[in-house]
């Protein structure tokens, strides 16, 4: 069955179970673990949830958005259909605005003209910057068995011009045996609908970079601070862990990447996502849930 599905649900009872409520910036209170790890042999299974639909199309485009056209700009995701960003989007006038949500007053950040349309100087913009896939497909390539392979999307010049600094902000990458592994760290995970794309995400990048260095897929290890659940989606979670408890999972699904491409920055990334399937992807259906801004 889904090793994804079981990890992942057992933290949300860990959550649940132990975790603290606690005020936050957003004004909605989050149930909080401080830590939380694990480890997923991508060898075995692709890792996408099955006891709720993911959006997988959004996620790997969403990756593809940041490693490979390396972009700040909202618009590009808008343009493939995708909207998870437009609650942190630049208005044309510069100002980034932010509305009343749970019982806190909204406020406007002024970044400038030259911003507007995107999220600020973050994640794809960092990576961009410092051409952080560039190098790290070429230590793969060249010096395997290089100590210093990281990609840090946390950048302190850079934080005050950022609307929401990376939460998935560094991947430290290792070859071991023709393996490819990764090491994520997570400065804040919204355990509810950012951990199941963030998961998929990551394992897809693994499995992409694979395919383009001839290395074969390795496990991803997951390092989270303040694992946490908002209060306005417990219902979302514990209808999930209810399918889980009543229905069961289905078998992982298989990824499927077109064999041809050899270069990362081929694969394609229009709305179609034409070089990359999941195949048997079975689930109980979506869930709902609300995001906190």
Same mark, same amino acid.
Request: with cysteine.
């Given at each position: 069955?889904?090793?994804?599905?079981? +990890?992942?649900?057992?933290?949300? %009872?860990?959550?649940?179970?132990?975790?603290?409520?606690?005020?936050?910036?957003?004004?909605?209170?989050?149930?909080?673990? &401080? $830590?939380? *790890?694990?480890?997923?042999?991508?060898?075995?299974?692709?890792?996408?949830?099955?006891?709720? %639909?993911?959006?997988?199309?959004?996620?790997?485009?969403?990756?593809?958005?940041?490693?490979?056209?390396? *972009?700040?700009?909202?618009?590009?995701?808008? +343009?493939?259909?995708?909207?998870?960003?437009?609650?942190?989007?630049?208005?044309?006038?510069?100002?980034?605005?932010?509305?009343?949500?749970?019982?806190?007053?909204?406020? +406007?950040?002024?970044?400038? +003209?030259?911003?507007?349309?995107?999220?600020?100087?973050?994640?794809?913009?960092?990576?961009?910057?410092?051409?952080?896939?560039?190098?790290?497909?070429?230590?793969?390539?060249?010096?395997?068995?290089?100590?210093?392979?990281?990609? *840090?999307?946390?950048?302190?010049? $850079?934080?005050?011009?950022?609307?929401?600094?990376?939460?998935?902000?560094?991947?430290?990458?290792?070859?071991?045996?023709?393996? @490819?592994?990764?090491?994520?760290?997570?400065?804040?995970?919204?355990?509810?609908?950012?951990? &199941?794309?963030?998961?998929?995400? $990551?394992?897809?990048?693994?499995?992409?970079?694979?395919?383009?260095?001839?290395?074969?897929?390795?496990?991803?290890? =997951?390092?989270? %601070?303040?694992?946490? @659940?908002?209060?306005?989606?417990?219902?979302?979670?514990?209808?999930?862990?209810?399918?889980?408890?009543?229905?069961?999972?289905?078998?992982? &699904?298989?990824? =499927?990447?077109? &064999?041809?491409?050899?270069?990362?920055?081929?694969?394609?990334? *229009?709305?179609?996502? %034409?070089?990359?399937?999941?195949?048997?992807?079975?689930?109980?259906?979506?869930?709902?849930?609300?995001?906190?801004?």
């Amino acid at each position: 069955m889904s090793t994804w599905d079981k +990890e992942y649900l057992n933290l949300c %009872k860990e959550i649940l179970e132990s975790g603290t409520e606690v005020e936050n910036r957003t004004g909605i209170n989050t149930i909080k673990i &401080p $830590y939380k *790890s694990f480890s997923l042999d991508l060898s075995k299974e692709f890792p996408i949830l099955t006891t709720k %639909k993911v959006g997988y199309k959004w996620a790997i485009l969403e990756m593809l958005w940041i490693y490979q056209v390396q *972009s700040n700009d909202v618009n590009w995701l808008n +343009e493939r259909g995708i909207t998870i960003w437009d609650e942190w989007k630049i208005d044309d006038d510069g100002i980034y605005r932010v509305p009343d949500q749970g019982g806190k007053k909204g406020y +406007e950040k002024y970044f400038g +003209e030259e911003y507007a349309g995107t999220i600020g100087t973050a994640y794809g913009y960092i990576t961009k910057k410092y051409q952080m896939t560039q190098k790290l497909i070429d230590k793969l390539k060249n010096n395997p068995t290089d100590r210093r392979m990281v990609m *840090s999307l946390w950048q302190d010049e $850079y934080l005050d011009t950022a609307v929401l600094p990376s939460c998935v902000w560094n991947s430290m990458w290792d070859v071991t045996d023709g393996k @490819l592994n990764a090491v994520v760290t997570q400065r804040s995970c919204d355990v509810a609908l950012g951990l &199941p794309f963030n998961v998929t995400q $990551y394992a897809t990048l693994l499995y992409m970079l694979a395919q383009v260095t001839d290395l074969k897929p390795g496990t991803l290890y =997951w390092s989270t %601070k303040d694992a946490h @659940l908002y209060i306005n989606q417990l219902e979302g979670i514990k209808e999930q862990l209810r399918r889980y408890e009543e229905l069961g999972d289905f078998e992982a &699904p298989e990824l =499927w990447l077109n &064999p041809e491409i050899k270069d990362f920055f081929l694969f394609d990334n *229009s709305k179609e996502l %034409k070089d990359v399937k999941i195949k048997n992807y079975h689930n109980h259906g979506p869930i709902k849930m609300d995001v906190a801004i």
